[in-house]
């Protein structure tokens, strides 16, 4: 027989999951305390880095139903709910989300669901790529140096690869100048 998990997130201390609990069994379905996860916890946090979350994964068994308000309980970003939608439905765990109609997300129309929210995610992270290129195009045609600042200056830099022409090892520069091995590697190439 199936067993009724609840997963209720609020993200900040001063809201309560009571009003998500409700709702739960307002749709008909039996929650056993015991069987309610809520936790306080940002919805930009993955949800396998949530605490709540990662136990409720280690309780969930074959067959068993999880039941969250909306899908932004899961989280916000639509990569990681559709990564954790397939997680579950791997586990045979079916995904009923009362926003969109009580529709399980494992079933075809789930499915269907799931697909859209895979395009969208897909779509997020290519204008995600796309901003980022862009910004990444701008601040050159700026002048502005990117990545890292070095950690040696330009004269550490030069004597750095005199003496590696010298022979001395990379180790050994690397321990002089207080930078790693590859450090020194990344000058003399």
Request: charged share 30%; hydrophobic share 40%; net charge positive.
């Amino acid at each position: 027989m199936s067993r009724v998990f609840a997963y209720c997130r609020v993200s900040t201390g001063d809201q309560t999951p009571d009003n998500q609990i409700l709702e739960i069994q307002a749709a008909g379905f039996q929650l056993e305390p015991r069987r309610v996860i809520a936790e306080t916890v940002s919805g930009s946090t993955t949800a396998m880095e949530r605490a709540g979350f990662r136990k409720l994964m280690d309780r969930l068994d074959w067959d068993d139903v999880l039941v969250v308000t909306k899908l932004d309980r899961l989280g916000r970003n639509a990569m990681d709910v559709r990564a954790t939608v397939e997680r579950l439905a791997e586990m045979n765990v079916r995904v009923h989300c009362l926003a969109l109609g009580g529709v399980d997300l494992t079933s075809p129309a789930g499915k269907m669901t799931m697909s859209v929210i895979a395009a969208v995610a897909e779509f997020e992270r290519d204008l995600l790529v796309e901003r980022t290129q862009a910004g990444l195009s701008r601040a050159k045609a700026q002048g502005k140096k990117l990545g890292r600042p070095s950690s040696l200056t330009e004269e550490q830099r030069e004597n750095a690869r005199n003496l590696r022409r010298q022979g001395v090892s990379l180790g050994v520069l690397a321990k002089e100048f207080g930078v790693s091995r590859s450090a020194i590697q990344r000058l003399t190439l």
